[in-house]
């Protein structure tokens, strides 16, 4: 927690400041500005007007609720423990399918796959925040996320976590975990937490 929570907050912070750039352009009405932000967050512009490419953005460029991230990065990594953490800087276990882009694990459902490596650990936090800020796995936990904005973080956690079951293939299990290790540990005591 002392090592990856620092991460998760300066990586949230960096989010933050996207979506303040995002607004920025949409108030200069930088149409330009607002395509380049889209095409990073993986938006087709094509039919979009400038309200809607604004909504579709924001719905993208936000922060990943403490709480979840820390749950996650400890599952994903065996607490730190795991090869790829330690060899691959890889705190959330994402896969790539090159097989210079990480480390092979031992067993796997796929044989292309490979657990995703890195430089630097900040480095997986900031892939791991822009896959689930991306990938069409994880639409209805933006959608949720938009939804639920205004509400306070550790009711939001609630929810929210519900929609990563597609993040392992155990599912809905996963899902159980995160929330076991969210309770047990107490990290709804972060939501607040600051650099």
Same mark, same amino acid.
């Given at each position: 927690i002392n090592l990856v929570l620092p991460l998760i907050l300066a #990586?949230?912070? &960096?989010?933050?400041? @996207? %979506?303040? $750039?995002?607004?920025? $352009?949409?108030?200069a009405e930088d149409r330009d500005v607002l395509e380049q932000w889209? !095409? !990073?967050? %993986?938006?087709d512009t094509a039919e =979009? *007007? *400038?309200q809607t490419l604004l909504e579709n953005l924001l719905s993208r460029v936000d922060t990943i609720p403490v709480a979840i991230a820390l749950a996650q990065a400890a599952v994903e990594s065996g607490w730190g423990?795991? @090869?790829? +953490?330690?060899?691959?800087?890889?705190?959330?276990g994402q896969w790539a399918w090159t097989e210079s882009a990480g480390m092979r694990p031992l067993t796997a459902s796929n #044989? %292309?796959? +490979?657990? %995703? #490596?890195?430089?630097?650990?900040? &480095?997986?936090? @900031?892939?791991?925040?822009?896959? !689930?800020?991306t990938h069409q796995n994880y639409q209805r936990f933006r959608d949720a996320r938009q939804r639920l904005h205004s509400l306070p973080e550790d009711i939001k956690v609630?929810?929210? +976590?519900?929609? =990563? *079951?597609?993040? $392992?293939e155990i599912g809905k299990d996963y899902v159980s975990k995160?929330? =076991?290790?969210?309770?047990s540990n107490d990290f709804s005591k972060f939501a607040y937490a600051q650099l």
């Open positions: #990586s949230n912070a &960096e989010l933050l400041q @996207r %979506r303040a $750039a995002v607004m920025a $352009a949409a108030q889209a !095409l !990073l967050y %993986r938006i =979009l *007007d *400038d423990t795991s @090869r790829f +953490v330690l060899q691959g800087n890889a705190l959330f #044989s %292309r796959a +490979v657990v %995703r #490596s890195f430089g630097t650990l900040i &480095e997986s936090v @900031r892939a791991y925040m822009h896959n !689930l800020n609630k929810q929210l +976590v519900t929609y =990563l *079951d597609s993040y $392992a995160l929330i =076991l290790i969210i309770m």
